[in-house]
């Protein structure tokens, strides 16, 4: 199972009027654990590039559950879920204390070579590679 | 139908490495569009909570269909279609110039009272005003 | 005189819990604003790197004269008062209908070659060239 | 000394398309620092609220030495060095491995009374206790 998990504290430039993190900023919480996660099997976007892929983002959904606040400890999990023909990743934002659940979502990237710009029908070689899936059993 | 359009250029600071809008940044196209259409019917944030509501946005989706650009001028259209129980808007985001869809989704918000934080399970009376529905034939 | 005026309005998102606009966000309204200067004389970023060089903010100061607010329409200025050796530009965020002052500052950029990555101590001739001065002259 | 130090790591979303952090991101890491050391001190902005000033940023300056790039991690300090009439704070944004310089900074911030709007000529008495500083004497 790939899963990363990132503390963070809800900065001040992330809360609006309505003293609550305006719900848009959770994307970048996504990332910023999808990365950690990406980071771990080794295939940041750096590597995804490297070896002739990006991995656009085409399908977002978020479920807000609880608002957070200024100051708050939170803590987010992406997970790896779908990997065959595309990368789904399931995330969760919770509390870092209490461990409530404040936002749920997942995101769709699909494999797009980087010189065709032409999309992937199955995902590249490399990315299997790093899941510890030989690419020819598949 | 009640309905807003904005036209934006896409900003050097939403443009990432690989010279696309990072995909976060188009819940602030959004935003900016909602905000447009609540001002046409004088029920924009202010006026929510004045009249003792706030309407956190408890769900986002959003499918992205072709990559925007730096510079890019682009149309982001916000439309209401759902209003009795919760508030449901519909965004389409295209080029301005060749009308190709980019990004197409939707968020949903509910309203909360803002003094007791409980949530209503039907819109607000001063919101149906708004949009023209006698609240006492629903 | 190279000068550009841009009008926006303070989206929702930039504002704080304070009910004023961030003072970081205000980077993003100068970027704007130059971005909309350097399109005048066809050196934006794009057309810099295609020539040779990128230009780096090396020094950015601002002065926060007054707050903007929530849906507040602001005009914001940028003008070119230094090219020789360096990019130096001066901004006015005001009210677009008082025309008061809000908030006031200036950037610098120095010109780095793309590829060897060496900062130039005069400013390249196909920028000058832009800015309708003979480099020879100079 | 009054001073925090946290650490960082340059996220995707901050990188610009030439592969560098956009010099307006630099704002959310002396955010984040400083309101690290405010906590410090038990004078966070809840606090300063609750106790009846806000403190607007009245300027701010920025020196970008080097450029930092996608998952670097970086160091940011904020440090105060001006307390009597106004507090300014100083920043120094460093690699968190050769504590190379980035980017180098400061921040002024005026008290305002939260209620009547008015500024502050001299830092509240709330504010100095927090320094431990007797009030009376200064």
């Not at 959770?26 to 910023?32: D, L, Q, V």
């Not at 609880?66 to 995330?91: C, D, G």
Request: hydrophobic content about 45%; charged content about 25%.
């Amino acid at each position: 199972m790939i899963r990363a998990e990132v503390e963070l504290i809800v900065p001040f430039h992330d809360v609006d009027m309505l003293g609550i993190a305006w719900h848009g900023h959770y994307c970048k919480y996504f990332e910023i654990a999808r990365c950690a996660m990406l980071d771990k099997i080794d295939y940041n976007y750096m590597v995804m590039k490297a070896t002739g892929y990006v991995w656009p983002i085409v399908d977002l959904q978020m479920r807000f559950v609880r608002p957070a606040k200024f100051n708050q400890r939170i803590r987010v999990r992406a997970e790896l879920v779908e990997w065959e023909y595309r990368m789904k990743i399931k995330y969760l934002i919770s509390d870092a204390e209490t461990h409530e659940a404040l936002v749920k979502g997942h995101s769709i990237q699909a494999a797009v070579d980087a010189v065709t710009g032409e999309m992937s029908y199955a995902s590249p070689a490399v990315f299997l590679q790093r899941l510890g899936i030989d690419d020819d059993v598949c």
